[in-house]
């Protein structure tokens, strides 16, 4: 199992970035994937999942209305579309998978996760 996150990079306050996240060694269709991301000396926060079986997706309260998930099988790709980003959006970003969708954005557990890309949000 292997998932790879890109696309990170330094953007204005209110700018927009969209993440990839690039997988194999499974199934996609099917999986649970999520974003989570990790601030300087702060703990991971669980910031979007969609679902494998229905494609149900979930959110943070923070990023709601200004994140989008979704996924392109045919390209085995999970995407975070960011708009309207804040400094405090400001972390690396990971992709995982073999998550719990209904805890991801309390407490994201996760089985594989790819190598994070930096995003930073900076004027």
């Known amino acids: 199992v292997q998932l790879q996150a890109s696309g990170g990079g330094l953007v204005q306050p209110g700018g927009s970035l969209i993440l990839s996240c690039t997988t194999s060694g499974f199934v996609l269709d099917s999986a649970h994937i999520g974003w989570f991301r990790q601030a300087p000396g702060k703990e991971r926060e669980g910031v979007s999942c969609?679902?494998?079986?229905?494609?149900?997706?979930y959110y943070a309260e923070g990023v709601k209305g200004r994140f989008t998930i979704s996924r392109d099988n045919a390209k085995k790709t999970v995407y975070l579309q960011m708009n309207s980003l804040k400094t405090e959006d400001t972390a690396v970003y990971y992709c995982?998978?073999?998550?719990?969708?209904?805890?991801?954005?309390?407490?994201?557990?996760?089985?594989?996760r790819g190598q994070g890309t930096l995003v930073t949000v900076s004027s």
């Open positions: 969609i679902s494998g079986s229905d494609d149900s997706t």
């Open positions: 995982a998978t073999s998550i719990r969708l209904d805890t991801w954005t309390i407490r994201p557990e996760y089985v594989y």
